[in-house]
């Protein structure tokens, strides 16, 4: 059984950092590309960033440039989410997800999250003073 399994998650006070890791079990990710979502109660699932199985090219949603880092450790089976300069916006319950995409067409969908196979449980971050 696939499992994605997100750790990381916490309270930290604005300008902070926290790095979000994504441990699948079940499979490896071979076949999957990852990415992060995030969502605030009342608000759409909202796309972070990708990283291509295929290429290892990375995607970013404009609000996180710049702060945010995705990267892969294929030994553990495992994606992280570096986020660097935290800003109160950032709280919400962040979910890794599982899409299976050439990287031709992962660039176009990636921020589309009914295209995504398997899905965490999701892992609360806060960002506050």
């Known amino acids: 059984q696939v499992q994605l399994v997100e750790s990381g998650g916490g309270l930290v006070q604005p300008g902070g950092s926290l790095r979000l890791a994504c441990a699948a079990s079940g499979y490896t990710l071979d076949y999957h590309s990852i990415a992060w979502f995030r969502q605030v109660p009342g608000k759409a699932r909202e796309a972070v960033s990708c990283i291509s199985r295929d290429d290892g090219a990375t995607h970013y949603a404009d609000s996180v440039k710049g702060r945010f880092t995705i990267s892969t450790d294929d030994a553990k089976n495992t994606v992280y989410l570096q986020m660097d300069s935290l800003k109160p916006e950032d709280t919400a319950v962040y979910y890794c997800?599982?899409?299976?995409?050439?990287?031709?067409?992962?660039?176009?969908?990636?921020?589309?999250?009914?295209?995504?196979?398997?899905w965490g449980q999701g892992t609360q971050v806060t960002v506050s003073s």
């Open positions: 997800a599982a899409i299976s995409a050439p990287a031709s067409l992962l660039q176009m969908l990636w921020m589309a999250s009914d295209k995504y196979d398997y």
